[in-house]
C-alpha cells in the first residue's frame, strides 16, 4: 500500500511518461479466470527495442450489456469558500456515466490538450511528448447518448491526490454498461491540472498546502466528503443540476475511491447516511472511521500486495470500528496505481511497471471484477461468490482476517 501520497502524482507518471509514448492496439478484455502469469506484460518487447513511431491508447472495452453515455457537470457551492485558494465557490467537475441507447452520442474526450500537457509537464516531458496522443486516449462511453429509461444505483468515484478524475474510465465505464449511473469527480485544486469552464484550467494549489501541513492530507478526506455530500444535493435534490437526475435511485447510492479518494469514501460515509456502501482501493484512511463505527453499512479495503494487515497503521486501527458486512482483500502483484487506468495506459505505451507482475489488463479485469461485485451484491442484492473467500476466478486475490 502507498502511504507517501505526497509522491502519488510522481508515482503516475513515472510509470506512463518517461519514453516518447508508442502504439499498440489494445488488448482484447479476457475473463477474469486468467491468472496473473498468463501474459507477459504487453509492451516488455517495446521498451526493450525503443518506442513506437504512432500512438494510439484505448481503454479495455466494458464488458456489460448496456452502451454508456457521458455528459459533464459544472458545480459550484456557493455555501463554501474552496479551502486551497481561500476564496470563490468550492467547485466541482463531475463525468456522469449512464446506460444509454447504443448507436446514439458521439466520441468523448480522455483529457483535454491542456490537461495532457500539464500531467506532462510535470515530468518536465511536455517538449518532448506530444500532449495530444495521451489526450486522445480512446474510450468508449458516447457524448450526449440517449439515456436508457429507468432507474439505476448511483456510484460515486473520488480519484487519487493529484491525479485527474480521468484515471478512473475503465472502472466508470464497466459500472455504467452493468446497470449504474456513475458520478466521477473532480475536487477543485487537487490535480495537477483540471479544465473548468470560461477557459480556466486550475492546477494543485492544495500540493503545497498539503506538504506545509502534515495534517493536510486529513483536510483533503475530509473536504471531499464535503464535496461528495454537496454533489448528492446537486443530483437528488428537489432541483438537481442534471437533466437526467430521473435516472438515479436515490434510495441505493454507493461510492469508491481511489488513494486519498479512497479516504474520502469512508469520511463520506460517516458524515452521510445516504451512501449505503463504500470501497477504499489502497487509500490510508486519513480521517479515522468513528469508533461507533458506519452505522451497520457495509465498506470494503482493497489493497496492492503490500497491504496485509501490520502494513498499513489506519487500516489496522478502523477494521475493527467497521461495524457492517467487511472485506479486506489484497492482491499478488499488485502496485499503487493497479485500480486505475494507468498499468493499461502504460502497457500499451511499451511501459510495464516492472514493480507489478499484473499486465494492464489484468489489472483492469481484477478491479472491475472486484468493484463491480460489491456494488452488485450491496446496491441489487446479487450474491457474488467471488467475495467469499479465495478461488480460482482469482488467484491473484488475498482475503485477510485481522
Same mark, same amino acid.
Given at each position: 500500500?502507498? &502511504?507517501?501520497?505526497?509522491?502519488?502524482? *510522481?508515482?503516475?507518471?513515472?510509470?506512463?511518461?518517461?519514453?516518447? =509514448?508508442?502504439?499498440?492496439? !489494445?488488448?482484447?478484455?479476457?475473463?477474469?479466470?486468467?491468472?496473473?502469469?498468463?501474459?507477459?506484460?504487453?509492451?516488455?518487447?517495446?521498451?526493450?527495442? +525503443?518506442?513506437?513511431?504512432?500512438?494510439?491508447?484505448?481503454?479495455?472495452?466494458?464488458?456489460?450489456?448496456?452502451?454508456? +453515455?457521458?455528459e459533464t457537470l459544472h458545480l459550484a457551492d456557493r455555501t463554501r469558500?474552496?479551502?486551497?485558494?481561500?476564496?470563490?465557490?468550492?467547485? @466541482?467537475?463531475?463525468?456522469?456515466?449512464?446506460?444509454?441507447?447504443?448507436?446514439?452520442? +458521439?466520441?468523448?474526450?480522455?483529457?483535454?490538450?491542456? $490537461?495532457?500537457? @500539464?500531467?506532462?509537464?510535470?515530468?518536465?516531458?511536455?517538449?518532448?511528448?506530444? *500532449?495530444?496522443?495521451?489526450?486522445?486516449?480512446?474510450?468508449?462511453?458516447?457524448?450526449?447518448? &440517449? *439515456?436508457?429509461?429507468?432507474?439505476?444505483?448511483?456510484?460515486?468515484?473520488?480519484?487519487?491526490?493529484?491525479?485527474?478524475?480521468?484515471?478512473?474510465?475503465?472502472?466508470?465505464?464497466?459500472?455504467?454498461?452493468?446497470?449504474?449511473?456513475? #458520478?466521477?469527480?473532480?475536487? !477543485?485544486?487537487?490535480?495537477?491540472?483540471?479544465?473548468?469552464?470560461?477557459?480556466?484550467? @486550475? $492546477?494543485?494549489?492544495?500540493?503545497t498546502r498539503v506538504g506545509e501541513d502534515p495534517s493536510g492530507y486529513?483536510?483533503?478526506?475530509?473536504?471531499?466528503?464535503?464535496?461528495?455530500?454537496?454533489?448528492?444535493?446537486?443530483?437528488?435534490?428537489?432541483?438537481?443540476?442534471?437533466?437526467?437526475?430521473?435516472? =438515479?435511485?436515490?434510495?441505493?447510492?454507493?461510492?469508491?475511491?481511489?488513494? =486519498?479518494?479512497?479516504?474520502?469514501?469512508?469520511?463520506?460515509?460517516? !458524515?452521510?447516511?445516504?451512501?449505503? #456502501?463504500?470501497?477504499?482501493?489502497?487509500?490510508?484512511?486519513?480521517?479515522?472511521?468513528?469508533?461507533?463505527?458506519?452505522?451497520?453499512?457495509?465498506?470494503?479495503?482493497?489493497?496492492?500486495?503490500?497491504?496485509?494487515?501490520?502494513? $498499513?497503521?489506519?487500516?489496522?486501527?478502523?477494521?475493527? &470500528?467497521?461495524?457492517?458486512?467487511?472485506?479486506?482483500?489484497?492482491?499478488?502483484?499488485?502496485?499503487?496505481?493497479?485500480?486505475?487506468d494507468v498499468p493499461s495506459i502504460g502497457d500499451q505505451l511499451g511501459?510495464?511497471?516492472?514493480?507489478?507482475?499484473?499486465?494492464?489488463?489484468?489489472?483492469?479485469?481484477?478491479?472491475?471484477?472486484?468493484?463491480?461485485?460489491?456494488?452488485?451484491?450491496?446496491?441489487?442484492?446479487?450474491?457474488?461468490?467471488?467475495?467469499?473467500?479465495?478461488?480460482?476466478?482469482?488467484?491473484?486475490?488475498?482475503?485477510?482476517?485481522?
Open positions: 500500500m502507498n &502511504r507517501r501520497h505526497a509522491a502519488a502524482a *510522481a508515482a503516475l507518471l513515472a510509470l506512463i511518461l518517461p519514453l516518447p =509514448i508508442a502504439a499498440s492496439a !489494445a488488448a482484447a478484455p479476457v475473463p477474469v479466470t486468467a491468472s496473473a502469469s498468463a501474459s507477459a506484460p504487453a509492451g516488455a518487447t517495446a521498451a526493450a527495442t +525503443g518506442p513506437r513511431a504512432t500512438a494510439r491508447i484505448e481503454l479495455p472495452r466494458p464488458t456489460g450489456r448496456f452502451a454508456v +453515455g457521458q469558500t474552496d479551502p486551497w485558494a481561500g476564496s470563490g465557490p468550492r467547485e @466541482l467537475m463531475v463525468t456522469m456515466r449512464y446506460p444509454a441507447v447504443r448507436g446514439t452520442g +458521439g466520441p468523448v474526450r480522455y483529457l483535454t490538450h491542456e $490537461e495532457a500537457r @500539464l500531467l506532462l509537464a510535470a515530468r518536465e516531458l511536455d517538449e518532448v511528448v506530444p *500532449a495530444e496522443t495521451l489526450a486522445g486516449t480512446v474510450a468508449h462511453a458516447r457524448e450526449g447518448a &440517449r *439515456a436508457l429509461p429507468g432507474r439505476h444505483p448511483l456510484v460515486v468515484l473520488s480519484p487519487g491526490f493529484t491525479v485527474h478524475r480521468a484515471t478512473l474510465t475503465s472502472l466508470a465505464e464497466e459500472l455504467a454498461s452493468r446497470g449504474y449511473v456513475v #458520478a466521477s469527480v473532480d475536487h !477543485a485544486y487537487e490535480s495537477v491540472g483540471t479544465a473548468f469552464p470560461g477557459g480556466r484550467v @486550475l $492546477e494543485c494549489l492544495a500540493c486529513r483536510a483533503v478526506s475530509d473536504g471531499r466528503a464535503r464535496d461528495v455530500s454537496f454533489l448528492l444535493d446537486r443530483l437528488t435534490g428537489r432541483h438537481p443540476a442534471w437533466g437526467k437526475s430521473h435516472l =438515479i435511485d436515490r434510495g441505493r447510492i454507493a461510492m469508491a475511491g481511489h488513494s =486519498i479518494g479512497g479516504a474520502g469514501t469512508a469520511a463520506a460515509m460517516a !458524515a452521510d447516511p445516504r451512501i449505503r #456502501a463504500g470501497v477504499d482501493m489502497d487509500g490510508t484512511l486519513f480521517t479515522p472511521v468513528p469508533e461507533k463505527g458506519l452505522g451497520g453499512r457495509p465498506f470494503m479495503l482493497l489493497a496492492a500486495a503490500d497491504g496485509a494487515p501490520g502494513g $498499513e497503521a489506519s487500516w489496522d486501527r478502523d477494521w475493527p &470500528r467497521l461495524d457492517g458486512w467487511k472485506r479486506w482483500i489484497s492482491f499478488k502483484g499488485a502496485d499503487h496505481f493497479t485500480f486505475t511501459l510495464p511497471d516492472l514493480e507489478s507482475p499484473l499486465s494492464g489488463a489484468r489489472s483492469v479485469q481484477l478491479t472491475r471484477a472486484f468493484v463491480g461485485a460489491f456494488m452488485d451484491r450491496h446496491l441489487k442484492g446479487v450474491p457474488q461468490p467471488l467475495l467469499r473467500g479465495p478461488s480460482a476466478e482469482a488467484p491473484e486475490a488475498v482475503f485477510h482476517r485481522p
